[in-house]
T-cell receptor
Framework: AQSVTQLGSHVSVSEGALVLLRCNYS??????LFWYVQYPNQGLQLLLK??????LVKGINGFEAEFKKSETSFHLTKPSAHMSDAAEYFC??????????????FGQGTILTVHP | ETGVTQSPTHLIKTRGQQVTLRCSSQ?????VSWYQQALGQGPQFIFQ???????GRGNFPPRFSGLQFPNYSSELNVNALELDDSALYLC???????????????FGPGTRLLVL
């Protein structure tokens, strides 16, 4: 079974400050990991994904995440927050390869608030 | 814009009724997955269809059923609606090379269902 834990249901930063959203996963097999963003009353938009290539993954809108197997983590960062980054962020895991289907298991989400 | 569309955008039903939600996948995609997102929670996997066949199911009762059509669009049907079925229903499409493919899922904007 796979699971995702997002530490902190709410994160608040000032505009221009570092954004750090935490994600820890549990998986008995090699994982694929994803970050999605959800703006109010919208669906999910893919920010970035880890699929066993480079451990540091760069995504859209200046976000990046680093896969750390020893820490079972996949934290999302952005050096400088912008007001438009205010949204809810979801970390998700699926198993890599094998005969399983592509079921995504999501965390509970982290709401990012950006203050001027 | 992911090219995944869903209809209707909003729906109000009463307990015991039946509902059908529709999803058009991104052009060229052959796999559709459905998720339920209750208020304040992460999406939960309902089931996936690959080339018109169910390809995995989450922990949802049989009154949740689906179809995928030859053009790879999909329907989610829910019978005997319960109050707890109120949620945002998301569909995601992907292009899988095989039944066990782990391709990236692209989400539609969702259908918000309210059961009274």
């Amino acid at each position: 079974a796979q699971s995702v834990t997002q530490l902190g249901s709410h994160v608040s930063v000032s505009e221009g400050a570092l954004v750090l959203l935490r994600c820890n996963y549990s998986s008995s097999v090699p994982p694929y990991l994803f970050w999605y963003v959800q703006y109010p009353n919208q669906g999910l938009q893919l920010l970035l994904k880890y699929t066993s290539a480079a451990t540091l993954v760069k995504g859209i809108n200046g976000f990046e995440a680093e896969f750390k197997k020893s820490e079972t983590s996949f934290h999302l960062t952005k050096p400088s927050a912008h007001m438009s980054d205010a949204a809810e962020y979801f970390c998700a895991v699926t198993r890599a390869g094998g005969t399983s289907y592509g079921k995504l298991t999501f965390g509970q989400g982290t709401i990012l608030t950006v203050h001027p | 814009e992911t090219g995944v569309t869903q209809s209707p955008t909003h729906l109000i039903k009463t307990r015991g009724q039946q509902v059908t939600l529709r999803c058009s996948s991104q052009s060229g995609h052959n796999t559709v997955s459905w998720y339920q997102q209750a208020l304040g929670q992460g999406p939960q996997f309902i089931f996936q269809y690959y080339r018109e066949e169910e390809n995995g199911r989450g922990n949802f009762p049989p009154r949740f059923s689906g179809l995928q059509f030859p053009n790879y669009s999909s329907e989610l049907n829910v019978n005997a609606l319960e109050l707890d079925d109120s949620a945002l229903y998301l569909c995601a499409s992907s292009l899988a090379a095989s039944r066990g493919g782990q391709e990236t899922q692209y989400f539609g904007p969702g259908t918000r269902l309210l059961v009274l």
